[in-house]
C-alpha cells in the first residue's frame, strides 16, 4: 500500500539528495512539495524543486512556495556559503517547463492533509514556517495527518550554527515551537544522528558515474557541501540530514533509540535561541517513553545510510521512478 507524503524543503543540497531518495521509494505517494526560505529563499527553493523534478521525471507534484519570512523576523539571506548561491552548490540546471502551484505551501498541506485523512506522512527539511502556517489556518490539522517527521534540532549532540542551535530549528525557534507543542506526532531526526551518517568520496565517485542522469546532477551539486564539510570533519565529505529524515519518515532507516520524551525549543534572545531542550534525563535508566510527550528524539541509528542511499539514488527505478508509482 502507498503512502501520501506531504514533502516540505528548502532546496538545497542535501534536500535535493532528500527529494531523489524520496522518489526512489517505491512505497511513498509524493503527493506536494511546498518550499520555504532557509538555506536560499522559497522562490528559489521552488525553482530548484521543479527542476530537479523534470530530471527525476516527476512533473507530475505540485510544487508550491512558502513563506518567504520567518514568523517573528524577515529571512536574512539564507547560506549561500554552505549550499551555493543558488542553492544547489552551482549546479545548473535545465529550467522546468512548468511552474508552481498558486496555492501557498501551507495551504496544499491542508488540502493533503483533507485529502488524505489519516493517512498524510509530512516531512519537514527546512525551516517550521510553513507547517506553522498550516496549524494557525487549520487547526484540526493535527488531528488529520499520520505523522510529522522534521530534520531538525540537536539533543546530545552540539548544534551546527550556534554550539547548542541546528540551522533548521534557528532559523524559525517560534514555528519549531509551535510545530513541536501541536499535540500531533513528531519525529526529531537530529544532529545526533545526521551528523553520524555520513556520504564519502567513493559514494560521491559512484552517483558521478551512474549511467542515469538523475545520480550524476546530484553529484554535480555535491562538490560545494563537500567543501564545506572538509572543515568540520577534517575530510571532504558530506553529512546526510535531509535524506535521513525521509528514511526516517517512510521506515527505510529504522533507528536504534528513539524515546518520546519532552522538547521545548529555546525562543528566547539568548545564547540558547533555537536550542532543541529534549528531557532526556531518563537515559541512565533506558530511556523509556515519557506518557505525556507527542515527540520522538532520534538518537542512534545502526544501519549504514550512506550505502542505503548510494544504491537507492543510482538503482534504475531512481531516475525513472513512474508518475504516481
Ligand atoms: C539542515 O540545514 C540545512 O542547511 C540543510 O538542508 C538541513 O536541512 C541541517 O542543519
Ligand atoms: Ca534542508
Not at 57 to 63: E, L, N, S, T, Y
Not at 65 to 87: I, S
Request: charged share 20%; aromatic share 4%.
Amino acid at each position: 500500500m502507498s503512502t501520501p507524503v506531504y514533502f516540505d524543503c528548502d532546496t538545497g543540497i542535501d534536500d535535493a539528495l532528500a527529494l531523489a531518495y524520496l522518489v526512489a521509494q517505491p512505497h511513498a505517494d509524493l503527493r506536494g512539495i511546498g518550499t520555504v526560505s532557509g538555506n536560499v529563499d522559497a522562490a528559489q527553493a521552488a525553482r530548484n524543486t521543479l527542476d530537479l523534478l523534470a530530471v527525476l521525471g516527476r512533473d507530475d507534484v505540485p510544487v508550491a512556495v512558502g513563506e518567504h519570512d520567518f514568523l517573528t523576523h524577515p529571512y536574512d539571506g539564507g547560506a549561500p556559503h554552505v549550499h551555493g548561491a543558488n542553492g544547489i552548490g552551482g549546479a545548473r540546471l535545465e529550467a522546468a517547463d512548468r511552474t508552481v502551484d498558486g496555492r501557498s505551501a501551507a495551504q496544499l498541506l491542508v488540502d493533503l492533509a483533507h485529502q488524505h485523512p489519516g493517512a498524510l506522512r509530512v516531512v519537514a527539511v527546512g525551516p517550521l514556517t510553513n507547517l506553522a502556517r498550516a496549524l494557525e489556518l487549520e487547526p484540526r490539522l493535527p488531528g488529520l495527518v499520520a505523522s510529522v517527521t522534521v530534520m531538525g534540532g540537536a539533543a546530545l549532540a552540539p548544534g551546527n550554527v550556534s554550539p547548542v542551535a541546528e540551522a533548521n530549528i534557528a532559523n524559525d525557534p517560534e514555528a519549531a515551537q509551535a510545530v513541536v507543542s501541536a499535540g500531533w506526532p513528531v519525529t526529531l531526526v537530529p544532529l545526533d544522528v545526521t551528523m553520524a551518517h555520513v556520504l564519502e568520496q567513493a559514494h560521491l565517485d559512484r552517483l558521478a558515474a551512474a549511467g542515469q542522469e538523475a545520480p550524476r546532477v546530484l553529484a554535480s551539486m555535491l562538490g560545494q557541501y563537500f567543501e564545506f564539510y572538509r572543515d568540520i570533519f577534517g575530510r571532504a565529505c558530506s553529512a546526510m540530514h535531509d535524506p535521513l529524515a525521509v528514511a526516517v519518515a517512510l521506515g527505510t532507516a529504522v533507528p536504534d533509540a528513539a524515546p518520546r520524551v519532552p522538547v521545548v525549543v529555546d525562543t528566547g534572545d539568548g545564547p540558547g535561541r533555537g536550542q532543541t531542550i529534549c528531557d532526556l534525563r531518563g537515559r541512565y535508566r533506558g530511556l523509556a517513553d515519557h506518557p505525556e510527550a507527542t515527540c520522538r528524539v532520534v538518537l542512534s541509528l545502526g544501519t549504514d545510510f550512506a550505502e542505503d542511499l548510494t544504491r537507492a539514488l543510482t538503482a534504475p527505478v531512481a531516475a525513472t521512478a513512474a508518475a504516481g508509482a
